[in-house]
């Protein structure tokens, strides 16, 4: 064990320090879930980024990366999040598909679609839920009919990310009559093909961070299947694994806000109730838990291990300390904890905002409550 | 950068942990809980045969020198068996600081001799009767005397492994050793402690897994409830981000910076809340049977509780992580930060 950088990844680090002074914008930009004119400046971020071929660091640089390792990609987006860059418009590009295409994608599927993604010229939504199939996505109904070397899409889906603005999304889908796990396949489709409607839905911040998607004899090529008919399941598990475990919510993240939280308790010690100082502490300690617990995964995983279901674990760690935390600001806060950033006595860091957004954390990729059936099954080995 | 075990810290574990599981059995506890034993002669005998004994000892006092790391493990598979003897406080703690004061000391060239220590953050030294010695503090300085020199008196702990006393001395029935790293020995007991409390927790989840599977009720399992495995996968979570904290805390011990103090504050917080944690839900997936002395989850309970609040209360240590927030620089690129850097 040597938790010391090596020089080569100090030297790594001072240059991702000194792009990033150079190039992050000088004023916040707009939510990409606000508007389009906010989904486009972070569109044009992610060009910047790959200009200075920052786009997928992780990703092999035959397809647009960087080929960095997983040491190397926590540095990034240490300093990433240091330098209060913004938030990636691509991120179910960047850290969903793209690891599922690298793993499970021919050739020529990764040369057609990762590139692409990692300029920010396609922009890509997830399609995985349905009214009747949230986390049991063995309930997706939507089908898939084989038509020579095409499919026909039919179906419903909804609460996809992006995808109101977004260009492409990837959903499952299923052969008309199978059941269950069986017949389901992951396909892509462009969000502009004919028969494609999508519907914006506001989230509880007004944000339309949510969209719903109908799909009606939507015709696409077989060559957007990821892996084998059918094997869509199985993809899926793997892509979830991604999403629950390293790629999702970097620790960086949260080291980032409990800092912040840590100067806004110092700016308002003298008022706020003197308990909440152990909730400060608390979050600090949480994230760096995290991160140790990630740059722990990180190093078994470059010695040859494999991503297990301990990712559950890590989502629901990350999910509750993010409610924790947003919730120790506004308690610190008191009254003005409600004001919106419009208000002339807006805190300067929109905590009530970020609150919002956390309690979203337990919900999304896989709620908790089945992130618990997973440990308790998988890990524990509890009867089903 | 590399976040893993060796090969040798995973073999000592592992020769540990099948030590531990041969002679500290459900029978072994049950025996010695009857006879109102806090040693049993045979399994310590065996525990010293291992070497483990020696593992932090430095090799100028006959020891085998390794760090902070191996001997962790080592602790954390003697929280597994909830480990009655003292090896932690003497092998882990005691030890090492009378080697650092006198490495020719005769008591340490005999490996079986457990040595007792009264720290100035403890009121109550464990298992000062049985032991060869006991170091004793005073000013900084570091005094050694023998049970029979001390007036001891006993005070009960709820645990019925641990053997408390408070201590009366006098420096002229003592041998003066000098001054005495106190604060190295502190920070080794807690972390040894967090370390031990890991084993704790992951026993008290086993113990209500191997329940859950085998009890049933409305005709079905316990363990296939969705409310009890979720117990279970919560204390399970507590655990797995308590891990980490231990081991980069037993790695970085050693630079003894503002940073060091406060992960190992942060592992000895969060272990012995897994630990805590953890006891309580698997009470609660045992029922009734849970809340009896004869299912052995309360031995974890009470030893988690009496490792919580010696070695630094959770307030003593929770501010030790302040003033490393509020002293040093935070945020994403300080997580492996060193105060030296910071000058």
Redesign the interface.
């Known amino acids: 064990?040597?938790?010391?950088?090596?020089p080569e990844?100090q030297a790594f680090?001072a240059e991702v320090r000194a792009w990033l002074e150079a190039h992050v914008p000088s004023a916040p930009l707009e939510h990409f879930d606000a508007t389009r004119e906010g989904f486009e400046a972070h569109r044009q971020w992610e060009k910047t980024l790959k200009s200075g071929d920052w786009g997928m660091v992780t990703w092999p640089r035959e397809y647009g990366g960087r080929g960095l390792d997983l040491?190397q990609w926590l540095i990034f987006?240490?300093?990433y999040?240091?330098a209060g860059a913004p938030g990636r418009v691509n991120q179910n590009g960047i850290f969903l598909l793209g690891p599922t295409l690298i793993e499970f994608g021919t050739h020529e599927q990764k040369q057609r679609f990762l590139p692409k993604m990692a300029s920010g010229e396609e922009i890509w939504a997830q399609a995985w839920s349905e009214p009747q199939a949230g986390s049991d996505l063995a309930g997706v109904r939507a089908t898939a009919t084989r038509d020579g070397d095409d499919y026909i899409l039919n179906g419903h889906k909804i609460w996809s990310s992006r995808a109101v603005f977004a260009d492409w999304a990837f959903g499952l889908f299923r052969e008309p009559g199978s059941e269950r796990h069986k017949g389901m396949s992951l396909i892509f489709f462009p969000l502009d093909a004919p028969g494609v409607t999508v519907n914006a839905i506001k989230k509880i911040n007004g944000h339309v961070g949510f969209a719903e998607i109908f799909l009606e004899n939507v015709r696409v090529p077989a060559f957007n299947r990821l892996g084998d008919e059918g094997q869509g399941w199985h993809i899926c598990m793997a892509t979830a694994g991604f999403e629950r475990g390293l790629m999702l919510r970097s620790?960086?993240r949260y080291?980032?806000a409990?800092?912040k939280l840590?100067a806004l308790w110092?700016a308002h010690k003298e008022t706020a109730d003197p308990a909440l100082?152990?909730d400060?502490?608390r979050a600090?300690?949480?994230a760096?838990?995290?991160?140790?617990?990630i740059?722990?995964t990180?190093?078994?995983l470059m010695?040859g291990a494999k991503i297990g279901p301990?990712a559950s674990?890590n989502k629901?760690?990350w999910s509750e300390l993010d409610i924790h935390l947003t919730q120790t600001a506004l308690s610190i806060l008191g009254p003005q904890a409600e004001l919106t950033h419009e208000a002339p006595d807006a805190s300067p860091v929109d905590w009530i905002d970020d609150y919002i957004f956390a309690l979203a954390g337990p919900i999304y990729a896989g709620s908790n409550?089945i992130?618990?059936?997973i440990?308790?099954?998988r890990?524990?080995?509890?009867?089903? | 950068m590399d976040f893993t075990l060796n090969d040798e810290q995973l073999m000592f574990a592992e020769t540990a942990r099948s030590l531990f599981a041969d002679s500290s059995t459900p029978d072994h506890w049950r025996r010695m809980m009857e006879a109102g034993e806090a040693i049993d002669p045979a399994r310590w005998a065996s525990i010293v045969e291992t070497g483990l004994t020696l593992v932090l000892l430095p090799e100028n006092a006959g020891g085998i020198g390794l760090a902070e790391s191996d001997f962790a493990l080592i602790a954390q598979e003697a929280g597994y068996v909830v480990l009655p003897e003292p090896l932690v406080e003497s092998a882990g703690v005691a030890a090492p600081t009378l080697a650092a004061l006198a490495p020719d000391h005769p008591l340490l060239a005999d490996p079986a001799a457990t040595i007792a220590i009264a720290h100035p953050a403890n009121p109550y030294v464990a298992n000062a009767d049985s032991a060869a010695a006991i170091l004793l503090h005073q000013e900084g300085e570091a005094f050694l005397a023998t049970p029979d020199q001390v007036t001891l008196t006993a005070q009960p702990s709820i645990d019925p492994f641990r053997r408390l006393f408070t201590v009366e001395w006098s420096p002229q029935n003592a041998t003066a050793l000098g001054k005495a790293d106190w604060d190295l020995a502190f920070d080794r007991a807690s972390l040894f402690n967090a370390a031990f409390g890991l084993g704790l927790a992951q026993r008290a989840v086993d113990l209500a897994v191997d329940y859950a599977k085998e009890r049933q009720q409305f005709g079905k399992p316990i363990g296939s409830y969705q409310a009890v495995k979720h117990h279970l996968a919560s204390a399970q979570v507590t655990i797995e981000f308590a891990k980490p904290v231990v081991a980069a805390a037993a790695a970085e011990i050693g630079t003894r910076d503002v940073q060091a103090r406060a992960r190992v504050s942060h592992a000895k917080i969060v272990a012995l809340e897994a630990a805590d944690k953890a006891a309580r839900a698997s009470i609660q997936v045992h029922g009734a049977m849970g809340y009896s002395w004869e299912v052995d989850v309360h031995l974890f309970l009470k030893r988690a509780l009496a490792l919580t609040q010696s070695w630094g209360t959770p307030a003593y240590h929770r501010a030790r992580i302040a003033t490393r927030i509020f002293t040093q620089p935070m945020g994403p690129d300080q997580t492996f930060a060193r105060e030296a850097d910071n000058a």
């Open positions: 064990m040597d938790l010391t950088y090596t990844q680090r040491i987006e240490e300093e999040y240091r620790p960086a080291q980032v409990a800092k840590a110092q100082e152990a400060v502490v600090h300690m949480n760096d838990a995290y991160a140790l617990n740059y722990q990180a190093s078994r010695a301990e674990t629901i760690f409550e992130q618990r059936n440990i308790a099954e890990m524990l080995g509890l009867p089903r």
